[in-house]
Nanobody, 116 residues
Framework: QVQFVESGGGLVQPGGSLRLSCTPS????????MSWYRQAAGKQRELVAS???????AYADSVKGRFHIHRDDAETGVILEMNNLEPEDTAVYYC??????????WGQGTQVTVSS
């Protein structure tokens, strides 16, 4: 089973930007449908963005116009570009196979903290 590793999180001020990466743990070349999720402290995990194998993308209303999901150069992983970050974006971010329905095991995630 392919697992994915998230990276790129950190501490950023409101209005700042971060670039999250999701890469497969093994050398696999399959164009999966992929999604990014996030879980804030004390809240349920929520879908943030997804990208299908045909390139179609979708976003949660709360991040539309600020976040951008795309494939990495090798097309084995996905990137989440996050701009104009808000304190409400603070969460652990995870990626998983599937378009909005997680199909694989969850990884460790990467922490994003938006604070001044």
């Amino acid at each position: 089973q392919v697992q994915f590793v998230e990276s790129g999180g950190g501490l950023v001020q409101p209005g700042g930007s971060l670039r999250l990466s999701c890469t497969p743990s093994t050398g696999v070349y399959v164009l999966f449908d992929m999604s990014w999720y996030r879980q804030a402290a004390g809240k349920q995990r929520e879908l943030v963005a997804s990208i299908r194998s045909d390139g179609y993308t979708a976003y949660a209303d709360s991040v539309k116009g600020r976040f951008h999901i795309h494939r990495d150069d090798a097309e084995t992983g996905v990137i989440l570009e996050m701009n104009n970050l808000e304190p409400e974006d603070t969460a652990v971010y995870y990626c998983n196979r599937g378009e909005g329905v997680p199909l694989g095991a969850w990884g460790q995630g990467t922490q994003v903290t938006v604070s001044s």
